[in-house]
């Protein structure tokens, strides 16, 4: 009864399956101590689903996720920003838990930057609103340079941002429309 119950652990452990399914904190966090992190981060890149599912984890900030994006080093620029965009989503639900992973791996002028790759000026503002909200509620003495350093950055990419979709902007920057010939 007992190897049964073994076989099967062992053969659903990696796997897809209803029991663990695929992109599973804990079972990412299992392939990351049988293959290595190295290994791990490099599916990142190579299986699309694979990446959506950790991304989508992480982006809930949840301390499991957290754990996870602590564990893994993207291999790729690819990587890096998908790992910086889903950071930053967590950023709103557990501020102290992110700020707590930026450094080398996660740069804190790329999480607390606005990675993402479309916004308009209402989402910006919304999220600019939201991620300064949380980052204020920490108060931990050593990640408060670190949540400072992020409300700076997250200022700095809020104005830059806006500049680039108001309106009044593009029309001040718009190209000057060629000389015809006669």
């Given at each position: 009864m007992a190897g049964a119950f073994l076989s099967v652990a062992f053969a659903t452990g990696c796997r897809d399956s209803s029991w663990t399914p695929l992109g599973s904190a804990d079972v990412i966090l299992s392939e990351v101590k049988l293959r290595g992190a190295a290994a791990v981060s490099r599916r990142l890149d190579s299986?699309?689903?694979?990446?959506?599912?950790?991304?989508?984890?992480?982006?809930?900030?949840?301390?499991?996720?957290?754990?996870?994006?602590?564990?893994?080093?993207?291999?790729?620029?690819?990587?890096?920003?998908?790992?910086?965009?889903?950071?930053?989503?967590?950023?709103i639900h557990s501020p102290a838990r992110v700020l707590g992973l930026l450094g080398q791996t996660y740069p804190v002028e790329e999480v607390c930057g606005m990675p993402f790759l479309k916004a308009d000026s209402q989402a910006v503002a919304s999220y600019y609103d939201s991620a300064s909200t949380?980052?204020?509620?920490?108060?931990?003495?050593?990640?408060?340079?670190?949540?400072?350093?992020?409300?700076?950055?997250?200022?700095?990419?809020?104005?830059?941002r806006l500049e680039r979709i108001d309106p009044s902007y593009v029309v001040k920057n718009k190209p000057a429309s060629p000389k015809r010939r006669r």
């Open positions: 299986d699309e689903n694979f990446a959506r599912s950790v991304t989508n984890g992480i982006a809930t900030g949840d301390s499991i996720w957290m754990e996870v994006a602590a564990k893994l080093a993207p291999t790729s620029a690819a990587a890096e920003a998908t790992l910086s965009i889903a950071l930053a989503s967590a950023l949380a980052l204020q509620r920490v108060v931990t003495p050593d990640i408060r340079p670190r949540r400072d350093s992020c409300l700076v950055a997250l200022a700095d990419a809020r104005k830059r």
